[in-house]
């Protein structure tokens, strides 16, 4: 099983309040990513775990937040969400390779209001 | 600093055709190069990568990408299309000078292929 799952796909989140969206993958990865994706622009990168090792872009540093409790489980968390925040957010996993190869969710559409 | 460059926003064809679309890269040290498919609705999925050997690279569904030192490009084609390949493409580069726990790939904007029957 090649699947990364994330829940939800849709979210809705007023301005100022917390969201948090869930990962999963199965395949005994040990890398998990979570970009954000906005129409017509790349993926960027927001953090990844390597093993339990959290690492954040400089950027958006002090935005998210996220959590690894297991090998197979990755949360993203937004503490107040802001109009900003409003993008397409993708998870993906990898293992060894150097991380070239990365097996992505559908992703979660975060709508903020 | 890696920077990937995918000139065309969009690139429209008909099945049978063939089709290019381009990707270039700036990077003064070795890199991985990449190209990954979204289709509509769907996350991203991997085609095809290149590190080092042959600068020609085949993938998936008949996707084959050429590595050029010399132009900084790792420009994705097929043959003959099908209107199943009408997709979101993405480039994506990677710096291997690097750790693999501490690199990050970096995504072009992408490239939408409408391809009509």
């Known amino acids: 099983d090649t699947t990364v799952k994330q829940n939800p796909r849709y979210k809705l989140a007023r301005v100022g309040k917390p969201v948090n969206l869930i990962c999963s993958q199965t395949?005994?990865?040990?890398?998990m990513y979570w970009y954000q994706k906005k129409p017509n622009q790349a993926p960027k990168l927001l953090l990844f775990?390597?093993?339990?090792?959290?690492?954040r872009e400089a950027d958006t540093f002090e935005k998210f937040q996220s959590s690894r409790p297991n090998n197979s489980f990755c949360s993203l968390y937004i503490g107040s969400a802001g109009l900003e925040y409003s993008a397409m957010y993708l998870c993906?996993?990898?293992?060894?390779?150097?991380?070239?190869?990365?097996?992505f969710g559908p992703g979660t559409r975060l709508t903020v209001l | 600093t890696q920077t990937v460059s995918q000139s065309d926003a969009h690139v429209t064809v008909f099945e049978g055709d063939s089709v290019e679309l381009r990707c270039n890269y700036s990077?003064?040290?070795?890199?991985?190069l990449s190209w990954y498919i979204q289709h509509h609705g769907h996350g991203l999925q991997f085609l095809l990568k290149y590190y080092s050997g042959n600068p020609v690279v085949q993938g998936v569904n008949g996707f084959e990408a050429e590595f050029s030192k010399s132009d900084s490009s790792f420009h994705l084609r097929k043959a003959s299309v099908h209107w199943s390949d009408s997709a979101v493409y993405f480039c994506a580069v990677r710096s291997a000078n690097t750790g693999a726990n501490t690199g990050k790939l970096t995504f072009g904007h992408g490239t939408i292929l409408r391809v009509h029957p």
């Open positions: 993906a996993s990898s293992s060894g390779d150097w991380g070239c190869e990365q097996y």
């Open positions: 990077y003064g040290g070795s890199i991985y």
């Open positions: 775990y390597y093993d339990k090792i959290l690492n």
């Open positions: 395949m005994n990865h040990d890398t």
